[in-house]
Each structure stands twice: as C-alpha cells, then as structure tokens.
C-alpha cells in the first residue's frame, strides 16, 4: 500500500509563495509518475503538475506555468519527496492541493491515471 502524505499548505497573501511537500512510500517507484491536483469548493479536481520519477518529464497546466514547479528528491526506490515550488500566487489558486502516484512512465494530467491520493492540504490566497 502506498502513503502519500502532504505538508506545506496556508494562508499567503497574493503574490507569495508556498512550497508544497509530499512524501511518498510503501511502493517501488521506479517508472511512477507523481502528479498535484487541486480542488476548489464547489469545483472538479484538477490537474497542476506532474513529473516522471527520474525527473526527466514535467507537465503542467497551462494556468501555472511559468509560477509553479514540480521536483523530486529520492533517497531509493521505495521513497521518495514530491514537491511543488508556488510563486506569484493569485487568489484563483485557492483549492485543497493533492499529491498523487501514477503507475503510468508518462506525466499524465488526467485524474483516472492515479491510483493512489494523498488526504490534501489547504492552500488560501488572500487578495
């Protein structure tokens, strides 16, 4: 069973930055994707971020690039870190952000790749 735990997550004033954490185990990651979604109330969960386990693919929604970036830190194939580096934050980006696994080799930014979700932690741009 994987566990995917987030951390990171706040209030910042339009304009700030937060960065997100995620750490993953309890599976080989070797060829994983993982991937942040969000959701906003009243809205369907949607794609942010994703990259490949060897960090060498990224993909990303078109609404955060350029201010979000998606990065990984492995300590071996069973563990590794996600994070999601979040600047010039705008109050649109308020949502309950979700660290995911993938057992696809390819960033995919559709929700039904994911097999296994962490419980989300709370990000609140004030504007």
């Known amino acids: 069973q994987v566990q995917l735990v987030e951390s990171g997550g706040g209030l910042v004033q339009t304009g700030g930055s937060l960065r997100l954490s995620c750490a993953a185990s309890?599976?080989?990651?070797?060829?994983?994707?993982m991937g942040w979604f969000r959701q906003a109330p009243g809205k369907e969960r949607e794609f942010v971020a994703a990259?490949?386990?060897?960090?060498?693919?990224?993909?990303?929604?078109d609404s955060v690039k350029g201010r979000f970036t998606i990065f990984t830190i492995s300590r071996d194939n069973a563990e590794i870190a996600v994070y999601l580096q979040m600047n010039s934050l705008k109050p649109e980006d308020t949502a309950v952000y979700y660290c995911?696994?993938?057992?696809?080799?390819?960033?995919?930014?559709?929700?039904?790749?994911?097999?296994?979700w962490g419980q989300g932690t709370q990000v609140t741009v004030s504007s």
């Open positions: 990259i490949s386990w060897s960090g060498g693919s990224t993909n990303y929604a």
């Open positions: 995911a696994a993938s057992r696809s080799p390819v960033p995919r930014s559709s929700v039904p790749w994911y097999d296994d």
């Open positions: 309890g599976r080989t990651f070797s060829r994983y994707t």
